[in-house]
């Protein structure tokens, strides 16, 4: 899947991060389409299947923790790789909890969101090969 063909939806409730990380996908070729909630978030995922999700876990209303599950729950959805991109320091319980329902995790600290373009193109790449 060719970078400029793969939309990217963004799931975080923090509009920073939307301009961020956003600029920097789209940048890279990716089209990047916001979501400020969990529920809105898995609405557009089943409604417009993007390539990936880039998810926060810290929001208010549905957690990052709960919208994952609800994706992989999903027939709609199951497939398709998620990043989490979160500022909040994940315990052995959080990562378990998280599980393999996760292609990739990242801290929203600088150094680590650099690296967002790469580990999506990497879901991308692992997904393609799945589908192959």
Do not use: C, W
Request: hydrophobic share 45%; proline share 5%; charged share 25%.
């Amino acid at each position: 899947l060719a970078p400029a063909a793969a939309t990217v939806l963004l799931i975080d409730d923090d509009p920073q991060i939307h301009d961020l990380v956003g600029m920097d996908l789209q940048e890279a070729g990716y089209r990047v389409v916001s979501a400020a909630s969990g529920a809105e978030g898995l609405r557009m995922a089943a409604e417009m299947q993007p390539a990936v999700v880039v998810l926060d876990l810290m929001m208010p209303g549905l957690s990052g923790f709960e919208v994952a599950a609800e994706l992989r729950r999903d027939v709609r959805t199951q497939g398709i790789p998620i990043v989490i991109l979160t500022s909040k320091d994940l315990t052995a319980e959080d990562r378990q909890r998280l599980g393999d329902n996760i292609a990739a995790l990242l801290s929203k600290a600088p150094e680590q969101r650099r690296s967002l373009r790469a580990t999506v193109r990497q879901a991308l790449a692992r997904r393609a090969k799945k589908e192959a």
